[in-house]
């Protein structure tokens, strides 16, 4: 093997280690310093050069071919991970949009948009479930176990399942999402017909006005009683993303 075969091969084993860094956030958040996420994805290719060898021949034409197949496996694992917090976070935002949060937007450190202060409360919780739980360590597992199941080279095409696991991963973020928001929506549904009925009773009250408070603090008070079941709904999803993720990486065989 050629010194440019050599540094080429390690090359490419950076990329499904880079991907993994950039999409996971408790890898690579935005706030982190930029040596420190280089550093990281350096040392993780190291650990998969010393694990597996490189190929003897790289294919020269079909190079960025296999660049873009690296990168949709990292981006398929990186995702096993992102859907717990992806639907934390949209549960956060219909939560805030109900309670009427949704003006006060901040700046979310893991993403750099702009979200409510719900979405960032539950997306930071759910990067803290995901150190408790290990997900960090079953992302490394899942990387190792992708260079077995899914050597380096330009592979066979795009398999059919693609479609369908793409599917499966946006309904998941749904029905996370609206498990975590349900107790807060039911709530504020049984306020607004309450507020409604008192609008009937008494016309000339100002339910606009007067019915903004009491959605606050219902919706506050919801949150404060149901948001300790956040981390045991995030644990049971877990080992559903992580196959999600590797049915994902699979269909790039």
Request: hydrophobic share 60%; net charge positive; with cysteine.
């Amino acid at each position: 093997m050629t010194g440019f075969a050599a540094a080429a091969g390690f090359s490419l084993l950076l990329v499904r280690p880079g991907m993994i860094v950039i999409g996971t956030p408790f890898l690579g958040a935005l706030n982190a310093p930029a040596h420190v996420r280089v550093g990281l994805i350096f040392f993780l290719a190291i650990l998969m050069a010393s694990a597996m060898p490189t190929p003897v021949e790289l294919p020269a034409t079909g190079l960025a071919v296999l660049i873009l197949r690296e990168l949709a496996i990292g981006m398929a694992i990186a995702l096993s991970v992102r859907v717990l917090i992806a639907a934390a976070e949209f549960a956060g935002q219909f939560a805030g949009y109900q309670i009427g949060l949704s003006l006060g937007a901040l700046i979310d450190p893991q993403s750099g948009v702009r979200n409510n202060v719900l979405a960032l409360l539950y997306g930071n919780l759910a990067v803290v479930v995901c150190f408790a739980s290990n997900a960090h360590h079953a992302v490394i597992r899942a990387l190792s176990d992708s260079y077995t199941l899914l050597p380096l080279g330009l592979g066979g095409g795009i398999g059919a399942s693609l479609g369908t696991s793409v599917a499966h991963i946006l309904g998941l973020v749904f029905m996370i999402g609206m498990r975590l928001a349900a107790p807060l929506v039911l709530v504020l549904l049984l306020v607004e017909l309450s507020l409604g009925l008192v609008a009937r009773v008494a016309p000339s009250l100002n339910m606009m006005i007067a019915g903004a408070p009491v959605r606050v603090i219902a919706g506050l008070l919801v949150i404060a009683l149901t948001i300790s079941g956040l981390p045991t709904i995030l644990n049971r999803f877990l080992p559903a993303a992580l196959s999600l993720g590797a049915e994902t990486a699979r269909a790039f065989r």
